[in-house]
């Protein structure tokens, strides 16, 4: 079952703060976040794993809360370079690999 | 970044043709996996080799056809391609450790066009 992110979209003015959600209508044992510039390769943001934890990656933070089976993407005193593609993924199905299944992303535009 | 590489950049090919994407990751993983991302549609996951051995073939059509031949190495042997495979198709490696843990690194892509 594909996560479901929302918004689909946001712009932001330079500064300004965002919440990304990422919900699942499974379990979820855990949550990866990534980021995606237009023509690039999706790069690594965090893992959040059961337990509730919050993590932090400079002014990006997320949470998971899996009594909700959802996790939230915080971006704090955005910046020009916080624009892409947020894409979480969540793993699915057996196997002792991480199989992920991702959401349909959300475009994040910050301007100044 | 340069862990993962993917090569060609850009392909361009005919239904009839037959050709090939490598994929090489030079952090030392275990697994390595396929994506394909098309416009307006989430990452699919569409295989999975964990030590050269293919554990996952999500529903692929035959037309598209994997190859490990060592841990470092990924190929996606393409032929009689049609329209709707143009697509990015991304390769990505990970560690190989606790399912579900396991922080997947992405190549660039290569960007394949059908016509």
């Known amino acids: 079952q594909q996560p479901v992110q929302s918004p689909q979209a946001v712009i932001l003015r330079e500064g300004e703060d965002a919440v990304i959600n990422c919900s699942s209508s499974k379990a979820l044992y855990s949550v990866h976040w990534y980021r995606q510039k237009h023509g690039e390769a999706p790069v690594f943001l965090m893992i959040l794993l059961k337990g509730g934890e919050q993590k932090g990656h400079d002014k990006i933070s997320a949470s998971f809360n899996e009594k909700k089976q959802q996790s939230s993407l915080y971006l704090t005193a955005s910046q020009l370079s916080y624009s892409g593609t947020y894409f979480c993924?969540?793993?699915f199905g057996p196997g002792g690999y991480n199989k992920l299944i991702f959401g349909a992303g959300t475009r994040l535009a910050v301007h100044p | 970044e340069t862990g993962v590489t993917q090569t060609p950049r850009h392909l361009v090919m005919g239904m009839t043709n037959k050709k090939s994407l490598k994929c090489e990751q030079h952090?030392?993983?275990?697994?390595m996996y396929w994506y394909k991302q098309s416009a307006k549609k989430p990452l699919e996951l569409m295989f999975v080799y964990s030590l050269e051995e293919r554990v996952e073939n999500n529903s692929v059509p035959s037309r598209f056809s994997p190859e490990c031949p060592n841990s470092s190495h990924l190929f996606l042997h393409l032929h009689t391609l049609q329209p709707e495979d143009s697509a990015l198709y991304l390769c990505?490696?990970?560690?190989?450790?606790?399912?579900?843990?396991?922080?997947?690194?992405f190549g660039p892509g290569t960007r394949l066009t059908v016509l």
């Open positions: 990505a490696s990970s560690q190989g450790a606790l399912a579900g843990q396991d922080t997947q690194y």
């Open positions: 993924g969540t793993p």
């Open positions: 952090l030392g993983h275990n697994a």
